[in-house]
Nanobody, 117 residues
Framework: QVQLVESGGGLVQAGGSLRLSCAASGRTFSNDAMGWFRQAPGKEREFVAGITWSGSTYYADLTKGRFTISRDNAKNTVYLQMNSLKPEDTAVYYC???????????WGQGTQVTVSS
């Protein structure tokens, strides 16, 4: 059974940092693109960052320069380093495998990130 399990969320003050992890199991994702999405209360889920199988990265404009996505294929894990966090970054953050637009082959269950002002 394929699973994506996020961790690392929590409560942080504005300007702080968090590092999210997404551990995959059930099969290797080293040849797949991976991504992070987020969904704030009352809003649609939106793209945050993505990384190709070869390590190329791409970001949403709102997170570019503050967030960094990376992957460790040996651990079948993807990370999202979030710096200079803002209250508007508050959301549930989801890991996704092979994202395409707002869809993906697999989704994690999400991890809550709350940024206080």
């Amino acid at each position: 059974q394929v699973q994506l399990v996020e961790s690392g969320g929590g409560l942080v003050q504005a300007g702080g940092s968090l590092r999210l992890s997404c551990a995959a199991s059930g099969r290797t994702f080293s040849n797949d693109a991976m991504g992070w999405f987020r969904q704030a209360p009352g809003k649609e889920r939106e793209f945050v960052a993505g990384i190709t199988w070869s390590g190329s990265t791409y970001y949403a404009d709102l997170t570019k320069g503050r967030f960094t996505i990376s992957r460790d294929n040996a651990k079948n894990t993807v990370y999202l380093q979030m710096n200079s966090l803002k209250p508007e970054d508050t959301a549930v953050y989801y890991c996704a495998a092979n994202p395409s637009g707002s869809r993906a082959d697999y989704w994690g269950q999400g991890t809550q990130v709350t940024v206080s002002s």
